[in-house]
């Protein structure tokens, strides 16, 4: 399949649904080289703007798909509609799925200790011949820390997985798989956030009507009002101005 790659904001997006996007990430993880997929949101949009080292790791990516129904509709204003919403959360019980049938071997990497163990047993239950080489939860700020890195890096690389799924928040993910993919030599990374914790049961997701409303934010807002107030009401408005800024650069 040849992917449109299409102009939005401050990024480029590959304009695929779901399924097709499994069947990219399927490809990837057959590929000799080592690729990486990001799932961009509104808060990445914003972290973007000023974050050179972001946007390097955004320039490269071999596949980008768009997380979180506020692009979509952004994309409709620009008149470049997306075909689908393929959030990182969604996708990661789906390439399992598909990981189980054609034995492809995944590695969980990220969330509080335990929790990767946690979503990988849930999902061998779920899908019986998947095939899960290893699951590690770092300690907080480990990629301060040269010693913890190597350490990961060695048990990613002793596991050789085809498709490595990485849970550390945006981002701090992205940046750790677009650093260390030669090191880590895993055909396919992708920076799913808190997904881990969904399919590990620890976080509740937002129920269907308000995922498909572009409410979720809003929802782990009261789930975590703490932690989540800054990202939802004050990073995540600032999309406002950037859609204004686009939209004028197209005129
Ligand atoms: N996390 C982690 N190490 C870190 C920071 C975050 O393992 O240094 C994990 C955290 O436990 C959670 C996941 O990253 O499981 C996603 O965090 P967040 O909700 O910030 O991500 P988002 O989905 O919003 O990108």
């Known amino acids: 399949m040849d992917k449109e790659r299409i102009k939005l904001l401050n990024i480029y997006v590959d304009n695929i649904n779901m ?4 069947d990219e990430v399927e490809k990837l993880a057959n590929s000799s080289k ?14 973007l703007e000023e974050d050179k080292e972001f946007k390097e790791v955004y ?15 952004i994309s409709k204003y620009f008149k470049c509609p997306i075909k689908e919403k393929v ?3 969604d996708l990661f019980p789906l390439i399992c799925e598909r990981a189980a049938i054609n034995g492809h071997k995944i590695f969980i990497l990220g969330a509080a200790e335990g929790v990767a163990k946690t979503a990988a047993d849930k999902l ?7 095939n899960v080489v290893g699951t590690y939860s770092p300690p907080y700020g480990f990629e301060e820390d040269k010693k913890e890195v190597k350490k990961v890096i060695d048990i990613v690389n002793e596991a050789e997985p085809h498709i490595l799924f990485v849970g550390l928040g945006a981002p701090k993910q992205e940046k750790f ?3 260390y993919r ?12 808190a997904a881990i914790d969904f399919q590990a049961g620890n976080i509740k997701r937002a129920p269907r009507w308000m995922q498909s409303s572009g409410l979720e934010g809003f929802y782990r807002f009261f789930k975590e009002p703490k932690r989540m107030f800054k990202r939802v009401f004050i990073d995540d408005f600032k999309i406002f101005p950037l859609v204004f800024k686009y939209k004028n650069q197209r005129m």
Request: hydrophobic share 40%; charged share 20%; net charge negative.
């Open 19 to 22: 399924k097709e996007a499994v």
């Open 87 to 89: 959030s990182g959360s």
């Open 177 to 179: 798989i677009y650093k």
């Open 59 to 73: 320039d490269n990516a071999d596949l980008i798909l768009t997380d979180g129904m506020p692009l979509i509709w």
């Open 124 to 130: 061998c239950e779920k899908y019986k011949n998947l």
């Open 34 to 47: 080592y690729n990486y997929v990001v799932t961009p949101n509104v808060a990445h949009v914003v972290f």
């Open 182 to 193: 030669d090191e880590l030599k895993v055909p396919v990374s992708l920076g799913i956030g």
